[in-house]
């Protein structure tokens, strides 16, 4: 029973460096999204999709790019890293029938970028 | 889009004694209410969730929330915490304005004491 499952877990990168936060899951969802959580401030969207080949932008999508080929699989990309995306991320799914009745969450990569 | 107000940052409480978490969003015509938990260094896990029906839902662990439509509220309540339910919650809405994305609170954080 994997279910969401995100790498890495940890990482620190550079300011201007790039990198990829991967995400996978297991159950089907057509629905995914990438979250990012600051102290006090909750859980913020950052992108989501309704599908393979579907993308949109959430509350705080500039400086990332997602792109979604599989059902499975919804990476998010940092093309160029500042320090103001230190965070702790969260990818999430559910079945879009069910249109966010249920997310699913992954465990988080804490992102530090110095 | 939906606002998600969690009046308390920090609840203290006492093992055995009831805790309560209050949770306002902003008007509108239908929404579904959820509140996840969410325990250190771990991603977050749905404790209960109001869509239809019943305005008094129970969750997981002992925990009941109850919808108040013209109060616009979705309280959480437990009648006799343990030191395990030390962690993060939120509340969280969707609404159909807003293509039933998720909208979080800030969260308020349980300690438990012996």
Known sequence: NAGVTQTPKFQVLKTGQSMTLQCAQDMNHEYMSWYRQDPGMGLRLIHYSVGAGITDQGEVPNGYNVSRSTTEDFPLRLLSAAPSQTSVYFCASSPVGLMNTEAFFGQGTRLTVV | ?114
């Open chain 2, 1 to 114: 889009a939906q606002s998600v107000t969690q009046l308390d940052s920090q609840v203290p409480v006492f093992e055995e004694a009831p805790v309560e978490l209050r949770c306002n969003y902003s008007s509108s015509v239908s929404v579904y209410l959820f509140w996840y938990v969410q325990y250190p260094n771990q991603g977050l896990q749905l404790l209960l969730k109001y869509l239809s029906g019943s305005t008094l839902v129970k969750g997981i662990n002992g925990f009941e929330a109850e919808f108040n439509k013209s109060q616009t509220s979705f309280h959480l309540r437990k009648p006799s915490v343990h030191i395990s339910d030390t962690a993060e919650y939120f509340c969280a809405v969707s609404d159909h304005s807003n293509d039933y994305k998720l909208s979080f609170g800030a969260g308020t954080t349980v300690t438990v004491r012996a």
